[in-house]
């Protein structure tokens, strides 16, 4: 796992947009996978500016997202799919039929979980997907417990979940108790992970999941499993890991390699 530790939430947004913005560059028929909540909200933003500014070309690429709740609307403003089209996709270039969220709506769950499984297989699969973390180091919606070889499929929401999601609803009566989701197994097959934290609420989940076993009661840990994920912390994320110091190290020397890479490419 590469971690890497910027100072804001902020530079986190800015450094996760710039490797969205370079597989988009480098494959423009790329798939994403998305996450909704606070954390990637900056990272959409400037990809946003960077689409209006740069002309980051967002045509050809495909999306999907990690999940949604169970009984709401496309229309209802706590929908994860409202929430895409609003501070996402309608800023931008993408075909929204390129766009997937799970419908909370469907009448079959299972046949829509497995045909949402399919669409990701039929599409090549998720070249890069984006994560965010619960404090209880859910990614996704998949609660402790959840098997980290779980696929798309209906879960309950966990009581710490729904108060934490209760500040977007107005109560915690509201927050529905159900969501489909992406499973554990699911996320660990897309090419790419990127992870993001900020805040210290967050720094326990975040060295559970890089530095603690893996286990089923912070489903986030079975991202060790995977070769390739980038974790980019705030500050406050990070505050909790022990070998903070090692990773500032890797970085900086990574740092080298490429910038070396680069003259000598440059020739
Ligand atoms: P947040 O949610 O980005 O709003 O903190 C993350 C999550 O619960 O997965």
Redesign the pocket.
């Known amino acids: 796992m590469r971690v890497i530790v910027e100072s804001t939430p902020n530079e986190v947004a800015r450094h996760a947009a710039r490797i969205v913005a370079d597989l988009v560059r480098r494959k423009p028929k790329c798939v994403l996978g998305l996450a909704t ?3 990637p909200l900056g990272m959409y933003a400037e990809l946003i500016r960077m689409h209006r500014e740069e002309g980051l070309d967002f045509s050809k690429v495909v999306t999907f997202n990690l999940d949604e709740y169970v009984g709401l609307e496309p229309a209802h403003p706590q929908s994860y799919r409202y929430f895409m089209d609003e501070h996402f996709f309608r800023h931008i270039n993408i075909d929204p039929r390129h766009t997937h969220v799970p419908d909370g709506r469907a009448l079959d769950f299972d046949a829509h979980c497995q045909q949402y499984e399919k669409l990701i297989r039929d599409c090549g699969g998720i070249d890069l997907q984006v994560l ?3 404090r209880d180091g ?1 990614i996704a919606f998949n609660e402790p417990g959840s098997s980290l070889g779980s696929r798309t499929r209906l879960k309950t929401l966990t009581a710490e979940t729904v108060r ?1 999601n209760a500040r977007f609803f107005g109560s915690e009566e509201a927050v529905p108790r159900l969501a489909i989701t992406m499973g554990v197994g699911t996320i660990l097959e897309s090419r790419q992970c990127l992870l993001l934290a900020c805040g210290s609420s967050k720094a326990r989940a975040v060295r559970d999941t890089v530095e603690g076993p893996i286990t089923a009661q912070v489903t986030a840990s079975a991202l060790q499993l995977h070769r390739d994920v980038i974790c980019i912390l705030d500050e406050q994320a990070a505050a909790m890991l022990a070998r903070r110091d090692y990773y500032r190290e890797v970085e900086a020397l990574q740092s080298r390699l490429e910038a070396a890479r680069r003259a000598r490419a440059e020739g």
């Open positions: 909540g606070s954390t965010g973390i619960g859910h934490d």
